[in-house]
């Protein structure tokens, strides 16, 4: 069942990859939407399985910046 659920998400990975690639291109306007609508719906879905598939939640401790936790680049703590 996990595998089944990486699949998926690693398949709304690929749609947002794509979907970003065209972005880039020259399009029309109504292609443009289009695409733009595709990539939030692929965007949602993948927050959706992720947060289904990985309920936990690492958040920071109060007063900590999130990206002090776990190696994230924050500052070095004072010596």
Do not use: C, W
Not at 2 to 21: K, M, Q, S
Not at 48 to 66: M, R, Y
């Amino acid at each position: 069942m996990l595998d089944e659920e990486f699949a998926r998400i690693r398949a709304h990975r690929n749609n947002i990859h794509r979907y970003r690639r065209l972005l880039g291109t020259r399009l029309s306007d109504i292609e443009r939407q289009f695409i733009e609508r595709r990539l939030a719906e692929e965007e949602t879905a993948l927050r959706a399985l992720a947060t289904q598939t990985f309920p936990v939640a690492f958040t920071p401790q109060k007063g900590q910046p999130a990206s002090a936790g776990f190696g994230g680049g924050g500052r070095p703590s004072p010596a």
